[in-house]
């Protein structure tokens, strides 16, 4: 093996790690929006090979073993429909999702934690309805006070999402790389706009 050959190979490896995969259900729609539902290059080479996909889009770049050569794929459908979940797990990340990653009191956007609403030393409980996003400085002007006493109000009264509701508010926290690629497929049922 001559010198080259090798440099060119580290150098396409390292390439192949820039062109994910954007993943839709067998219904077109993506599985996820945020996060958006990405697999490596290499998962979507091993899912077409073992046909479990239908390639819709592909790159110009290959992957290559010393018998075959595939295009990378930048679109892929799932064969199998998988139903999606019926409701919304109560996560740190799915809270801040629904509160659309701003502070409930103030809508700052900066260092974000948590707050319970009730606080938990006056009986509040760990759920949707009661906690919210909120950015350092309110939280710690808030403390363990009530919203009345604390001199606060919240942008939206708390709740559980829906599934499509969080789907929706995902559409508009886009990843910083978009394949254009990838564009029918994330806004195909955005209303169009007549002229």
């Given amino acids: 093996m001559d010198g080259d050959f090798r440099t060119e190979f580290v150098r396409e490896r390292g390439g192949l790690k820039q062109h994910p995969t954007l993943v839709l259900n067998a219904d077109y729609r993506p599985l996820s929006y945020y996060p958006l539902s990405l697999w490596p290059w290499q998962e979507a080479v091993k899912a077409v090979w073992l046909d479990r996909v239908d390639v819709v889009a592909e790159y110009e770049q290959e992957a290559r073993s010393p018998s075959t050569r595939i295009r990378i794929p930048s679109v892929v459908v799932l064969k199998d429909f998988v139903k999606p979940q019926k409701r919304v797990a109560?996560?740190?990340?799915?809270?801040?999702?629904?509160?659309?990653?701003?502070?409930?009191?103030?809508?700052?956007?900066?260092?974000?934690?948590?707050?319970?609403?009730?606080?938990?030393?006056?009986?509040?409980?760990?759920?949707?309805?009661?906690?919210?996003?909120?950015?350092?400085?309110?939280?710690?002007?808030?403390?363990?006070?009530?919203?009345?006493?604390?001199?606060?109000?919240?942008?939206?009264?708390?709740?559980?999402?829906?599934?499509?509701?969080?789907?929706?508010?995902?559409?508009?926290?886009?990843?910083?790389?978009?394949?254009?690629?990838?564009?029918?497929?994330?806004?195909?049922?955005?209303?169009?706009?007549?002229?």
């Fill in 90 to 195: 109560f996560t740190r990340f799915n809270l801040f999702l629904r509160d659309e990653f701003k502070c409930q009191y103030c809508g700052g956007k900066g260092d974000l934690t948590f707050d319970h609403v009730v606080p938990r030393a006056s009986g509040g409980i760990t759920s949707w309805e009661n906690v919210v996003a909120a950015c350092s400085p309110c939280n710690l002007r808030k403390g363990s006070k009530s919203l009345r006493r604390a001199g606060m109000h919240l942008m939206k009264v708390p709740r559980a999402p829906g599934v499509e509701e969080m789907r929706n508010i995902g559409r508009k926290f886009p990843p910083g790389h978009l394949h254009e690629s990838w564009m029918d497929f994330l806004y195909w049922d955005a209303e169009l706009i007549q002229e």
